[in-house]
């Protein structure tokens, strides 16, 4: 099995995106998702994580307040709601699911979606 991305494109500075998660032969909602995005040339950093929950009103916010990571259990999806983007916000975003927010190694993970932030 595999994550699939998706909502990924171009966005002016100070716009949104809204990023999906997706689980292809196997229950998302099982699992605890972690968004990480990736610079070319750059290490993968963590975004933010999500644990399993079977109540999906729960979310997982940034510090900065811009990013919200959502689940949508009747859809078997997760969300990452992006706002407030930045040029430095431009990578390739990849959700990975894994059995807690804590662990170190993946369970299933996918082929990314490219974001880009510009003028």
């Known amino acids: 099995g595999q994550t699939v991305e998706s909502g990924g494109g171009s966005v002016q500075p100070g716009g949104s995106l809204k990023l999906s998660c997706a689980a292809n032969?196997?229950?998302?909602?099982?699992?605890?998702v972690k968004w990480l995005r990736q610079v070319s040339g750059k290490e993968r950093e963590p975004v933010l994580c999500?644990?399993?929950?079977?109540?999906?009103?729960v979310v997982s916010k940034s510090l900065d307040g811009r990013f919200t990571v959502s689940r949508d259990n009747a859809k078997n999806l997760v969300h990452l709601q992006m706002m407030d983007l930045n040029p430095e916000d431009t990578a390739v975003y990849y959700c990975?699911?894994?059995?807690?927010?804590?662990?170190?190694?993946?369970?299933?993970w996918g082929q990314g979606t490219q974001v880009t932030v510009s003028s």
């Open positions: 990975v699911a894994l059995r807690d927010c804590n662990n170190a190694e993946y369970d299933y």
């Open positions: 032969g196997f229950t998302l909602n099982y699992y605890a």
């Open positions: 999500i644990a399993s929950n079977y109540d999906d009103t």
